[in-house]
Nanobody
Framework: QVQLVESGGGLVQAGDSRRLSCVGH????????LGWFRQVPGKERELVAAIDWSGVGTHYEASVNGRFFISRDNVNKVGYLQMNSLKPEDTAVYYC????????????????WGQGTQVSVSL
């Protein structure tokens, strides 16, 4: 099973860009679909973006479509979330997730999670 470690969070201003990274540890990283979820206190974790194991298929939540871009590098076992035109409502803990099953990724029943990284967007 793959293990995930996120990095890249921090405090930014509205309109700024930020790139989150998700490093996979384990031999099977390229077998897994990857996703980025986010959660704010008192709300359920929501799927922000996902990419299939090959890097060809992607999915975006409506509020980030056109601003966030997900990608992956299977050779170096890294996934990325490029976040542009950040808004205060993007403030959340962002989690990288992995699953062999795309359906589980879409429903949030994902089996592998990173520890999360905080992104805070100020006005």
């Amino acid at each position: 099973q793959v293990q995930l470690v996120e990095s890249g969070g921090g405090l930014v201003q509205a309109g700024d860009s930020r790139r989150l990274s998700c490093v996979g540890h384990g031999d099977t990283f390229s077998d897994y679909n990857l996703g980025w979820f986010r959660q704010v206190p008192g709300k359920e974790r929501e799927l922000v973006a996902a990419i299939d194991w090959s890097g060809v298929g992607t999915h975006y939540e409506a509020s980030v479509n056109g601003r966030f871009f997900i990608s992956r590098d299977n050779v170096n076992k890294v996934g990325y979330l490029q976040m542009n035109s950040l808004k205060p409502e993007d403030t959340a803990v962002y989690y990288c997730a992995a699953d062999l099953n795309w359906g589980r990724m879409m429903t949030g029943a994902t089996r592998v999670w990173g520890q999360g990284t905080q992104v805070s967007v100020s006005l």
